[in-house]
């Protein structure tokens, strides 16, 4: 449980501990079957993700080709979608809120490494221990969100209550509430307003 804990303060710890190991291996198990099995029917599927992440809200749907760190510091809200293809590398929490929408091919990245390269490598104590330094900072999405395609989302960030993200951004910093924003490295472009409504082409087309 330290180890956890540490991983999760945002301070740095050792990756290559045996806890934390044992976590990711036990993670690639579960996403391994989750993937895989056909024989696994879709609430089977919802009971693998429930007994490995941290929150599943109802209604939320993961499809294939997820895959996780360690889950159990992955959060999801209620009625959440996620399409192919998402990775979740959550060495701190990734807190998604109700209503998210995220395209595939979509990564949620947590881990932070050292930047100098002898700092980065993985060493070996005296007793022939080996140690991998990283830190992890939290990344929170807010309640109605829309990530398009092939996004990530860097550790540290919060993307506010229902900003839209446009496909192949890479976000590096907060995004504010209710704003279009799209780039390498993602920025705000506008705000999302009443003007941007299709209440009138649906009622057009007869879907409302």
């Given at each position: 449980a330290d180890a956890r804990a540490q991983m999760a303060s945002g301070d740095w710890f050792d990756a290559a501990g045996a806890v934390l190991e044992r976590d990711r291996v036990r993670a690639r198990e579960v996403m391994l079957?989750?993937?895989?099995?056909?024989?696994?029917?879709?609430e089977e599927r919802v009971d693998l993700l429930r007994g490995l992440f941290g929150r599943l809200g109802e209604g939320t749907d993961v499809s294939l080709g997820a895959q996780v760190?360690?889950?159990?510091?992955?959060?999801?809200?209620?009625?959440c979608f996620f399409n192919f293809n998402c990775t979740f590398l959550d060495g701190a929490?990734?807190?998604?809120?109700?209503?998210?929408?995220?395209?595939p091919g979509c990564s949620f990245v947590t881990p932070l490494h050292p930047l100098l390269a002898r700092e980065r490598?993985?060493?070996?104590?005296?007793?022939g221990t080996g140690h991998v330094w990283e830190r992890s900072l939290p990344i929170t999405v807010e309640s109605g969100v829309w990530i398009a395609a092939n996004v990530?989302?860097?550790?540290?960030v919060t993307i506010g209550e229902g900003a839209v993200i446009g496909s192949?951004?890479?976000v590096?910093?907060?995004?504010?509430?209710?704003?279009?924003?799209?780039?390498?490295?993602?920025?705000?472009?506008?705000?999302?307003?009443e003007a941007d409504s299709v209440a009138d082409a649906l009622a057009e087309a007869g879907l409302v």
């Open positions: 079957r989750f993937n895989t099995d056909p024989a696994l029917s879709a760190d360690y889950g159990y510091q992955t959060f999801m809200g209620r009625n929490p990734i807190t998604f809120g109700d209503d998210v929408g995220v395209g490598a993985r060493c070996e104590d005296a007793g990530t989302v860097n550790a540290g192949g951004s890479v590096t910093r907060d995004i504010p509430p209710r704003t279009l924003a799209y780039g390498n490295p993602c920025r705000p472009v506008r705000a999302i307003t």
